[in-house]
């Protein structure tokens, strides 16, 4: 076979080759993108997207790899194409033909947006999703929301991020020069509402934000679609072409339209003009398509206390005389804004008005001249650090501060005193703890303009007998002002040591289980159980030699789908067990615990055990399972040696939780989710399991501290090795993946043409090839193909031939 030298064309021409296509320009031109994390993020937007009538695209950082699937055997990559398969069906429903994969890995649920940009890579996957942007020129985005808020999945919260920082990056030149030509996003939202919403027509305007400032706007589902059906009813069947994911089973949408809500979209960000009083699809859209002139107005500094100005810089690229309109008792002066002397804390829109009637706002904060803050949670700290920096101060709050407490038991609390005023500042900080909460008396500060100081309070739970699951707010009360917090109540127990070795039998024999039996029924997640007898559990634990056992008695009067021995991991579809440690109490996330999950029955005979979304996950070296079916339930005993968790247990705060999942069906479905530490997305969240004393335990001398690093399943499918993806690039002239462009190849009467060293993944009509390619031509697969093609510096190109 004969070679092309690279990049010289008449070596080509001689030699007789098909010399290499030159590279065609992006032919994608949308008005909307969502971006989101995995296939079906978009769903519940599918009613909007539809009725705008615009050219709208969806970005999925994920292929959904990590996910279950209720429709087959597949998992990973071929998960992935399956996945892939299912989302550009429901789409399609909505009038969207364009999916971009970032190619990034679906690993597990998390809660942890940290651990997400540890997997996923911060610069490489941000210029990827700019690329995108860069590519389509969208005028809208859609994404997620980017808070840690309680059960919000890590990934959601690091995809709604890429899309904030994409934003500003996009229209930066200077920012990923080689990611083509900026664009400027006109309008960035989040979807959903925070706050209390209605039904029917009227959902539009009659809602109320949580946040007063919020800019919220509502779009109706009950509009009638091309085909008569409700949006609604389109948006629903679409959702059921998730089957994997257990979706093909969802009911039909209400066919009342007085029951028929709508879909929430709350603005982050704005470069155009818009008006709030307008409601629906053209508040919505409105200054963005069309995209008429750009208006933005940008305080100098985001927090001030009572009495504090502030300046509003307006730009525009519009004519006309501009006037500034603050809050009832705000003054203006010209471009000056000054706070009221007794402005209440709290967020306040300064509106920018245009004569010709456009507007936008600037948003500021009041804040006590001194503040108190409790401790943030490290991911939450993490955040507003986040927010702050990418230029986005009003959400670095978005998450109550909040803190555990064992149940009956005490915790020390930092806080954190900051003088926000321009002049010094005295007094004393106390806490206005809730029913049930004591500790602490006033501590005294001296404070020059802008300096901090921290003070510790002890904090004891009074009342064992709050629930978990809740918050429990309260204030921190310093002389010139008031802020709120939380505090959340965690179950507690003690571990004893066994008194007999437990046998690994399915039941509880004598001096086995000496201590307290702990109520496993409280639900976290799905429906509420029908009564005890449709879903409840009690759970109990020991230790002997080095060992944790725990015996687990499930009342359950529907039996689920049985699953095989190779689908332990999911066991979130069916009926299950898990048990979770946390061997210091204080990881962030899961990848430093250890989570087991146990199938009861499989369709193999006998109980399965694996470990999920944890340190190492994968089969359970060491434990031992026994399961045993009763009248009405079953029983699953387990002994899991403590060498086996990541790190020496730490035996006064040994982080533990015992969760039940409930299936009443067939389908691979979970309906109900019950356990001891009880909070939405708590099997995630080890900071909210519950806490163990090991009675009398002492790990060994030399047994590591530190966990190791985690071992986080990242095989995900590429681009160039999906033909749904392949086709759409070749239609619109991008390389697969969002990455940068290979040179051009091409396939023709069996060969392919590259003047680029690299590996060819080829779809011939006898299935998939992996082919070397050499400068030049390389020999295909005989008949019709798809070619993916990435050269050696990880760029892309499609060729069909």
Request: hydrophobic share 40%; with cysteine.
């Amino acid at each position: 076979m004969r070679t092309l030298v690279a990049g010289v064309l008449g070596a080509a021409l001689v030699a007789g080759l098909a010399p290499p296509v030159a590279a065609a320009e992006s032919r994608a031109d949308l008005d909307v993108l969502f971006v989101g994390a995995h296939p079906d993020d978009e769903a519940s937007t599918l009613s909007t997207i539809g009725q705008l009538g615009l050219d709208a695209g969806v970005v999925t950082v994920t292929r959904g790899e990590g996910g279950g699937n209720a429709v087959g055997p597949e998992e990973g990559p071929e998960l992935g194409l399956l996945r892939e398969a299912e989302e550009r069906k429901a789409v399609g429903r909505a009038g969207i033909t364009d999916v971009f994969n970032l190619d990034r890995a679906d690993f597990y649920y998390t809660v942890s947006s940290p651990l997400t940009e540890q997997a996923w890579g911060h610069q490489a996957t941000l210029e990827k999703l700019v690329r995108v942007v860069r590519q389509t020129r969208p005028e809208i985005v859609f994404t997620m929301d980017p808070a840690p808020s309680p059960g919000n999945h890590g990934n959601h919260q690091y995809a709604a991020r890429l899309a904030f920082e994409a934003y500003a990056a996009a229209a930066d030149p200077a920012r990923f020069p080689d990611a083509g030509k900026p664009w400027a996003v006109a309008k960035l939202f989040t979807t959903g509402l925070d706050g209390e919403r209605s039904t029917g027509p009227d959902c539009v305007s009659a809602f109320t934000p949580a946040e007063p400032t919020d800019r919220v706007w509502g779009v109706w589902a009950g509009n009638r679609g091309p085909d008569g059906k409700t949006w609604a009813q389109i948006e629903r069947e679409a959702q059921r072409e998730y089957a994997s994911q257990g979706w093909a089973g969802f009911p039909d949408a209400p066919t009342d339209p007085a029951a028929i809500g709508c879909d929430y979209f709350t603005l982050a960000a704005s470069r155009v003009p818009y008006r709030p009083e307008v409601r629906g699809i053209d508040g919505l859209l409105g200054g963005a398509v069309p995209m008429d002139g750009t208006l933005t107005a940008t305080a100098d500094r985001y927090r001030l206390t009572p009495g504090e100005r502030v300046r509003i810089d307006v730009q525009s690229s519009k004519p006309g005389e501009i006037a500034l309109t603050a809050p009832e008792g705000w003054a203006v002066d010209g471009w000056m804004v000054t706070a009221p002397a007794d402005a209440k804390p709290g967020k306040a829109r300064i509106r920018a008005a245009l004569s010709t009637g456009d507007s936008t706002e600037a948003i500021v904060e009041v804040v006590p001249p001194v503040a108190a803050t409790q401790e943030p949670l490290p991911q939450v700290a993490q955040y507003g650090d986040w927010a702050r920096q990418v230029g986005f101060p009003e959400r670095a709050d978005d998450v109550l501060p909040v803190l555990t407490v064992p149940s009956g038991g005490t915790r020390d609390i930092a806080v954190t005193v900051r003088n926000e005023s321009p002049v010094a500042q005295q007094g004393a900080v106390s806490l206005a703890l809730p029913a049930g909460f004591e500790g602490g008396e006033a501590q005294p500060y001296e404070l020059e303009a802008g300096a901090t100081k921290q003070v510790n309070f002890p904090v004891r739970n009074t009342d064992a007998t709050l629930p978990s699951g809740k918050d429990f707010p309260y204030q921190l009360v310093t002389s010139q002002g008031v802020t709120t917090a939380a505090l959340e109540v965690v179950p507690s127990t003690v571990i004893p040591q066994a008194q007999a070795v437990p046998a690994i039998d399915g039941s509880a024999g004598a001096g086995e289980y000496p201590g307290a039996v702990l109520d496993i029924s409280a639900r976290w997640e799905g429906d509420d159980c029908a009564s005890a007898a449709d879903c409840s559990g009690a759970a109990r634990l020991s230790w002997h030699d080095d060992t944790l056992y725990a015996l687990v008695e499930v009342t359950d009067d529907v039996v689920g789908t049985k699953l095989s021995t190779a689908d332990c991991k999911r066991h979130w579809r069916t009926d299950a067990v898990e048990l979770t440690f946390d061997p210091r109490g204080k990881s962030e996330n899961t990848s430093s615990t250890y989570k087991l999950a146990v199938l009861p029955s499989t369709a193999d005979g006998g109980p399965c055990a694996f470990r999920d979304a944890d340190n190492a996950q994968g089969p359970a070296p060491g434990v031992r399972v026994a399961a045993q079916p009763r009248e009405g339930g079953y029983t699953v005993e387990v002994a899991v040696p403590m060498e086996r968790l990541p790190g020496a247990v730490d035996p006064a705060a040994l982080g533990l939780n015992v969760l039940v999942y409930d299936s009443d069906t067939q389908d691979k479905t979970g309906q109900t989710r019950i356990g001891w530490s009880t909070w939405g997305g708590v099997q995630g969240d080890p900071y909210r399991w519950g806490r163990a004393t090991v009675a009398g335990y002492s790990p060994p001398p030399g047994r590591p501290v530190e966990p190791p690093e985690p071992v986080l399943p990242l095989e995900a499918l590429a681009s160039v090795d999906s033909p749904q993806t392949l086709e759409q690039s070749i239609r619109l002239g991008l390389p697969p993946g969002a990455a940068a462009p290979a040179r051009p190849i091409h396939a023709r009467d069996g060969w392919l043409y590259s003047s680029e060293k690299g590996t060819a993944s080829v779809f011939a009509e006898d299935g998939r090839h992996v082919v070397e390619v050499t400068p030049g031509r390389t020999k295909l697969p005989s008949g019709p193909v798809l070619v993916g093609f990435t050269n050696t510096h990880g760029d892309t190109a499609a060729a069909k031939g």
